[in-house]
Nanobody, 118 residues
């Protein structure tokens, strides 16, 4: 069974930095893509970043520049580093994984709250 667990969220002042971590219960090499999405209650879930099994990264329109996704295939971890946090980054951040042969992200974590104070 696949489990994704996010941690590292919290309350941060604007301008600060944060690292979110996602621990997978299985070998992340079994996923063609892993990623981070974020969602404010009442809004749609937005893409933050995705990273392929080969390490290629892509970012959402609003997250290029200050966000960096990375992965550690030995530890089965995916990370999201966020610099120069802004109040509009306040959201629940979700880790997810897309298996090979699937067109959707099939597995999701429970989310971790990031709150940025101005």
């Amino acid at each position: 069974q696949v489990h994704l667990v996010e941690y590292g969220g919290g309350l941060v002042q604007a301008g600060g930095s944060l690292r979110l971590s996602c621990a997978a219960s299985v070998d992340i090499d079994s996923f063609v893509l892993m990623g981070w999405f974020r969602q404010v209650p009442g809004n749609q879930r937005d893409l933050v970043a995705v990273i392929s099994a080969g390490g290629s990264a892509n970012y959402g329109h609003s997250t290029q520049g200050r966000f960096k996704i990375s992965r550690d295939n030995i530890k089965n971890m995916v990370y999201l580093d966020i610099d120069r946090l802004q109040p509009e980054d306040t959201s629940v951040y979700y880790c997810n994984a897309r298996p090979y042969g699937h067109h959707e992200f099939e597995y999701w974590g429970q989310g971790t709250q990031v709150t940025v104070s101005s």
